[in-house]
């Protein structure tokens, strides 16, 4: 069974399309993220537009029972594919589409500074975000995104990006057609983020920079370091705009000033109190091991819902501020040479008394990260340790309350049984 913290968290991105104030609405789980709709005068703004063209079409049906205005413009709050992928369902390309200056999505190839295709490990950050997100999973199995809901449709994932026609600097007041709005600056989940903030009816578009579960700082997946400062210092100014309404880019609404400023407080807060407690930790000389294993909220922040680590994790976050601060090197010089896996594998069977004795004790610890460890060392001993490994991430899968990481034990537990579909 999942987690049920996790099973409970489907109710936040349950299919719905609420009203946030006279003329304006947010459409929640029918795609991995959310759309946004701002009735004008004589057209209306869609604020991101989801992560496929499928998923876009429910999302402009369901709109078009609220109003038959025009789509007049689109704003992109930032660039990930979940956000950007819809918007041809909108649009024909003839409407303006705004973004940040530094907007920047994966759908765009940028290209090096060498004037060649950048040079990326592409296949392996495909990989990764299969499992990640659960795909070739069983329905069933794979109950949550940990920002979205499990089941969506995914016909036409990543078709339907069109670019942005204007990149807005800093601040910018703009008339949405009748409809007075404040496009600024805020780089957190993104180095690209552009919340949009609605003065009159007081309703705020926050991106991911908020979403009702620990802060994704670091995306197992495979992300470039996210700047936990800036993602801490864009709360902080979130929060002091005094929202009655506050429209996530996943999961559904917070209503209330006093509501919104909790959790943009608190959620500020978590992060500072992991940079602290890292920090704190590299200075005392901890090994990143230790930094990990140790990390947590303080029990006020670890009260919160919206602050269980259903998406990211204080553990992860602590490495991540390590290694993007710092640098791989943790101050041990013991790590300045390298073991091969396979060098390793041959110490670690020595000493348990060989490999029979190795295998073994892999069978019968009931320490199941034990167990992962003394199967690596296993299988780069080509011995046939994968269906052990298996069974272990699948158990530590009916615990985990992350869904990032269930989902990718359990894909990777597929992939090594060879049951992995496609
Ligand atoms: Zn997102």
């Known amino acids: 069974m999942p987690h049920p913290d996790l099973i409970a968290h489907a109710e936040q991105t349950r299919r719905d399309v609420i009203e946030l104030a006279p003329g304006i609405w947010t459409a929640v789980g029918f795609a991995a993220s959310n759309v946004h709709l701002i009735e004008g005068r004589r057209s209306v703004t869609i604020i991101d537009t989801s992560e496929s063209t499928a998923a876009a079409r429910d999302i402009r049906a369901e709109f078009a029972k609220l109003t038959d205005k025009p789509v007049g413009r689109i704003v992109y709050t930032h660039g990930h594919r979940d956000h950007v992928s819809g918007a041809s369902e909108f649009s024909d390309g003839s409407v303006p589409i705004l973004a940040s200056h530094a907007f920047d999505s994966d759908l765009v190839d940028v290209g090096s500074a060498v004037g060649e295709p950048a040079i990326l ?119 002091a705009l005094d929202a009655e309404v506050l429209a996530p880019g996943h999961t559904r609404p917070v209503v209330g000033a006093a509501g919104v400023r909790e959790v943009l407080e608190t959620t500020r807060g978590a992060i500072l109190h992991v940079m602290r407690s890292t920090a704190g930790g590299m200075d005392a000389g901890l090994s990143l091991d230790d930094i990990a294993a140790s990390a947590g909220l303080p029990a006020e922040l670890a009260d919160k819902p919206w602050l269980k680590s259903l998406y990211g994790r204080p553990d992860w976050s602590a490495r991540a501020f390590a290694t993007g601060t710092l640098g791989w090197y943790d101050g041990n010089p013991t790590h300045l040479g390298t073991l091969t896996s396979l060098a390793r594998a041959r110490h670690v069977a020595e000493l348990a008394g060989g490999v029979t004795a190795l295998v073994e004790r892999a069978r019968t610890t009931d320490d199941l990260q034990w167990r992962l460890e003394l199967c690596d060392h296993l299988i780069a001993l080509g011995e046939p340790a994968e269906a052990l490994k298996a069974d272990a991430m699948e158990r530590l899968a009916d615990g985990e309350i992350n869904a990032t990481a269930r989902n990718t034990y359990l894909w990777e537990a597929k992939r090594l049984r060879g049951t992995l579909d496609g």
């Open 121 to 239: 490990p592409r296949k392996a950050l495909g990989r990764r975000t299969l499992a990640q997100f659960g795909f070739g999973l069983d329905p069933r199995e794979r109950v949550s995104l940990g920002c979205g809901p499990g089941e969506r449709p995914l016909d036409g994932l990543g078709a339907g990006f069109l670019p942005p026609s204007e990149r807005v600097t800093g601040e910018r007041d703009v008339d949405l057609d009748g409809v007075a709005a404040r496009l600024l600056f805020a780089p957190g989940e993104t180095a690209d983020h552009m919340v949009v903030w609605l003065p009159d009816t007081r309703v705020l578009f926050s991106g991911d920079n908020w979403y009702h579960a620990f802060p994704n700082l670091y995306a197992i997946r495979g992300t470039p370091y996210r700047d936990f400062a800036a993602w801490a210092a864009s709360l902080g100014k979130l929060a």
